[in-house]
């Protein structure tokens, strides 16, 4: 299984394309990232594809995605969009991982429509905002600070998201990455907040919650309220060293965690 | 030419230190330093330069809209326009403008300009922001990336609201009104002159030409570095077949005027050190949220070498790049370099009406904004500098483009001798 070949397709959501990875045999495991999406395949899948069938479909707008967002204007815009994703990609009903803002979707999907998705592994989700711990202003950074936001180890950000090295196809990169960013944005502005608290006690799945504990966009005790919300059973998972996108952060620690989590039933 | 007196009423008093100490004169500015006592008196001077500016002469007074901002005090021009309204009989008075996605409803633009039109006489230029980054997405909380859906949105519920008769429903995307029905109405038919203060965006250029209103580049780095933009602008206009009548196309200038260039040297060096050393501190991070920008935009400058250098030159209105431009240019420009590069136009009468003359030529623009108070320019300066302009610069530049062109997007107010006693030469 060590040998299986990534496959690259496209689904179309709302008219505009949208690229989904596969690899791997078996169940279906589903993986939505957040913000700057995840424009290359990571040694985090390969470890998940030795045991599932991996599917990671970009959402509107993302990298890997034609502008769809353009077309999302209120919540359930995007959570409609996330539906026909996830069904598209043959993914109606799997265990699903979702990071950042993926995260966010996929507690919302799971409470609009609780048979969409299986047990749920969430990185780091947006969704609520307590003053108390105020968010900060992602946005309105330069792209070096964006990038320390991010993630806790500078070196693992840069591999994660490195420009091609061609140059043409850089410039295209710039735009993708750019039009990935409006994407977050556009569900994002201003706060993150997408009235979540009002209706995570409709989650009723088994939800593992996974967070950097040097998260410095969500701090830590959101894992707590989504705790505390979600009506399912919750395990919480706080990671060393690793930031907001603690999949990239620490792969190996998260992989172990997800097959755990997953292979557990 | 149309020559257009622009006020932008900044705070006159911020600290020496302020480019030191503070991070940004715009959406995280300390309010701490804003005295209101003091801007009491501020606003007076500066609608008294305005109403000067239009007994001396100007074509057309204007007034502008900023939120959150140490150097534009008008989160409502619409109530300064009001009072200019009922104070000035002859110059029009050029809204410039309101940002349309800011307005809940829209309908609201439509009914105060329908009032300011009544009220001057059919005197109204009515501009149509987008507004800067600063103003919508950080201190007015719009969503940059539905920003320009809901701008364009809320510009056909307004054409709407004058050019219909009856009463409508609007169903849009963004906003559903069962009833519209704006009263009062403009005196302009069928709707005030339409003017689109832009940066170098050239989906801005054709969307100009293809509705017919006038394109405003409010640079503040002046007629040097706007030529990249005006050029591009006008080659658009070509490729689409569109005359070359400079009515079309506005120009904002910095101008000092004095007897000779010593004294202007010596009389505007303070003022213009405060607007750009202290006015125009401007943090780059709230310059470029994502999505402002659209992607076609990008793209259209990735391609084109003209275009990359328009967006870089371009000014504070297309996305305060040009602040950026200071912050990452290794500090702020001497005044020398002001002077220079063209940011502000200094010298004597026939100096500047050179210079003018050169811009007015190679950027080819009808409309003239000059800006005559800027930064801490006190009442009495900007009075002399107002004075100087009119008398002295004025007649050597007001006839150019005569009998070439006709002026289409110019306000035809009611007869004089149709108005109100209150607002006449009567």
């Not at chain 2, 320019?377 to 302009?389: P, S, V």
Request: charged share 20%; hydrophobic share 40%.
């Amino acid at each position: 299984m060590n040998n299986a070949t990534l496959k690259t397709s496209f689904v179309t959501v709302n008219g505009a394309r949208h690229r989904v990875w596969e690899k791997g045999s078996g169940k279906p495991l589903g993986f939505l990232a957040g913000i700057g999406g995840r424009p290359k395949w990571l040694p985090l899948f390969d470890r998940l594809a030795q045991h599932y069938r991996v599917v990671v479909p970009s959402l509107p707008g993302f990298p890997g995605a034609e502008p769809g967002h353009l077309l999302l204007d209120d919540n359930s815009d995007w959570i409609c969009a996330t539906l026909d994703l996830l069904e598209q990609s043959g993914l109606t009903g799997a265990d699903m991982i979702g990071a950042c803002l993926g995260g966010s979707l996929l507690a919302d999907v799971a409470a609009h429509s609780p048979r969409s998705v299986g047990r749920l592994a969430l990185i780091a989700p947006f969704g609520l905002y307590h003053e108390t711990h105020p968010l900060p202003d992602f946005f309105a950074q330069t792209f070096s600070q964006q990038k320390k936001l991010l993630c806790h180890r500078e070196h693992a950000f840069d591999e994660a998201f490195a420009p091609p090295e061609d140059e043409n196809d850089k410039e295209e990169w710039e735009i993708l990455r750019y039009r990935g960013m409006e994407a977050a944005a556009r569900y994002l502005w201003p706060f993150g907040d997408r009235g979540l608290g009002k209706r995570l006690h409709r989650v009723t799945h088994d939800t593992l919650l996974i967070w950097g504990k040097e998260d410095k966009i969500i701090p830590p005790p959101y894992a707590q309220a989504f705790a505390n919300g979600i009506k399912g059973a919750t395990q919480t998972l706080l990671i060393d060293n690793a930031g907001h996108l603690a999949d990239i952060d620490q792969p190996d620690t998260v992989a172990q965690a997800l097959l755990t989590y997953f292979n557990s039933a | 030419m149309k020559l257009m007196y622009f006020h932008l009423m900044p705070y006159m008093d911020l600290p020496e230190d302020f480019a030191e100490k503070h991070e940004s004169v715009w959406v995280d500015v300390n309010s701490k330093l804003f005295d209101p006592r003091k801007a009491h008196h501020m606003y007076h001077e500066f609608i008294s330069e305005l109403e000067h500016a239009d007994a001396v002469g100007f074509d057309a007074i204007c007034v502008n809209e900023h939120h959150s901002n140490a150097y534009g005090m008008m989160p409502s021009p619409n109530l300064l326009a009001s009072t200019l309204a009922r104070s000035t009989t002859d110059a029009a008075i050029c809204v410039m403008g309101n940002s349309l996605a800011l307005y809940n409803p829209p309908t609201r633009v439509a009914e105060e300009f329908a009032m300011l039109d009544c009220l001057s006489g059919g005197r109204l230029i009515a501009g149509f922001p987008v507004g800067t980054p600063m103003d919508t997405c950080y201190a007015y909380g719009q969503n940059p990336s539905q920003l320009r859906q809901r701008y364009h949105e809320a510009h056909d519920l307004i054409m709407r609201c004058w050019t219909e008769t009856d009463p409508f429903a609007f169903h849009g995307r963004f906003n559903q009104q069962r009833y519209v029905n704006p009263w009062p109405r403009p005196i302009q038919q069928p709707h005030p002159p339409v003017w689109i203060p832009g940066g170098g965006a050239v989906e801005t250029w054709r969307w100009c030409a293809d509705v017919d209103y006038v394109y405003a580049y409010l640079s503040y780095y002046g007629y040097l570095a706007g030529q990249a933009t005006m050029q591009g602008f006008w080659r658009e206009m070509k490729n689409l077949g569109k005359e070359p009548n400079p009515y079309r196309a506005a120009f904002l200038q910095f101008v000092g005027v004095a007897e000779t260039e010593q004294e202007a040297l010596d009389l505007y060096r303070e003022p213009a050190e405060y607007f750009y050393n202290r006015s125009l501190k401007v943090s780059p991070k709230y310059v470029a949220p994502p999505g402002y920008m659209t992607e076609a935009t990008l793209r259209a400058r990735a391609q084109s070498q003209v275009a990359k250098l328009a967006g870089q030159t371009a000014g504070a209105d297309a996305a305060g790049a040009g602040a950026a431009k200071v912050e990452s240019g290794g500090g702020p420009p001497s005044f020398e370099e002001m002077v220079e590069k063209g940011f502000v136009v200094i010298g004597s009468p026939d100096q500047v009406a050179e210079k003018l003359t050169t811009a007015i030529k190679d950027l080819h623009f009808g409309n003239l904004m000059v800006l005559l108070q800027y930064g801490n320019m006190q009442r009495d300066l900007a009075t002399y500098n107002t004075d100087m302009f009119a008398k002295y610069v004025r007649p050597q530049i007001e006839h150019i483009f005569e009998n070439e062109w006709e002026h289409h997007w110019w306000p035809k107010p009611m007869p004089m001798a149709d108005r109100a006693a209150g607002n006449s030469h009567e």
